[in-house]
């Protein structure tokens, strides 16, 4: 993971957040960790390439997205016309707000918010463009009002629509994906087995329900039949072996829990829109300036 960039951002201990409001015509930042939440707003640089956990994509004209801490990420140059664009930081630490506070019933959507954030969350063009001059404010603002406008900004993010979580389920290592003790209990269930095959009564037996109930749970509550769901586990892990190591994608296909390379590079194609090998010699092939 040697060309992975430990940022060590410039905030203090006692400090709410920060922001960097700066025009350029590139990106030249490498792909980065920090401990802190982060919220990226960018303008103008249509065609660039974001990277957050396994998730690579192409930016729209106005870019906004939520990144949780420890999550890799960057911006990259790729076709974007090197034209001066608008990038917004804009750095919290994760105790900004107390557990004990966003148990509250009304810091509910802010708690969701930053629990989605674990996996990096996409926000449509509509909010970015909401919001925008929430941002162009927020560095003007001073002392408390700036605090409070920025718990503005975190709420109407919260509960703006058409919301994309980026990465792979088991990518970042977090938990609480779903906000519930039971999808949790299936997950941690499939992180522990997910190099074999997981048989539906299994798990269903894991929550004392019948498989038809299962089925249905699991749709509800995440969208997706059991299959996706431990596929998508099973990817999450395949991504992360593929930036960290050196093994051949056999190795990591059958490491994974994938029962043939076909399977496994259909699925992965599916899901990450590019081949395991296009994975990693996209991810690896990313700009690292120091």
């Not at 900004?153 to 003790?181: G, H, V």
Request: include cysteine.
């Amino acid at each position: 993971m040697d060309h992975i960039h430990r940022e060590i951002t410039p905030l203090k201990e006692n400090d709410c957040f920060l922001v960097f409001d700066r025009h350029k015509t590139e990106f030249n930042f490498p792909i980065h960790f920090h401990p802190e939440y982060e919220i990226n707003f960018i303008s103008g640089a249509k065609g660039a390439k974001r990277i957050v956990g396994d998730h690579m994509g192409e930016i729209e004209n106005l870019e906004m997205v939520l990144v949780g801490p420890n999550l890799y990420h960057c911006w990259e140059n790729f076709k974007n016309e090197r034209t001066m664009f608008n990038e917004i930081t804009i750095q919290f630490p994760r105790d900004l707000f107390s557990k004990s506070l966003l148990e509250k019933n009304i810091l509910t959507p802010i708690r969701e918010l930053l629990n989605n954030a674990q996996r990096g969350i996409l926000f449509s063009e509509a909010t970015a463009k909401q919001v925008q001059n929430k941002i162009l404010m927020l560095g003007k603002k001073q002392g408390f009002d700036s605090f409070l406008e920025l718990q503005s900004l975190l709420y109407d993010l919260a509960i703006s629509r058409s919301q994309k979580l980026l990465t792979n389920m088991s990518f970042q290592r977090a938990t609480d994906y779903y906000n519930s003790e039971r999808i949790e209990k299936v997950y941690n269930y499939v992180k522990v087995h997910y190099k074999r095959k997981i048989k539906l009564e299994e798990v269903a037996d894991l929550l004392n329900i019948s498989i038809v109930s299962f089925s249905r749970f699991i749709k509800h509550r995440t969208g997706k039949t059991f299959v996706d769901f431990v596929n998508e586990v099973r990817l999450g892990f395949a991504t992360r072996l593929l930036i960290e190591t050196n093994k051949s994608i056999a190795e990591i296909c059958y490491e994974c829990g994938f029962n043939n390379i076909s399977n496994f590079n259909r699925t992965f194609k599916r899901k990450q829109g590019r081949s395991p090998s296009e994975f990693r010699s996209d991810f690896m092939g990313v700009r690292n300036v120091y």
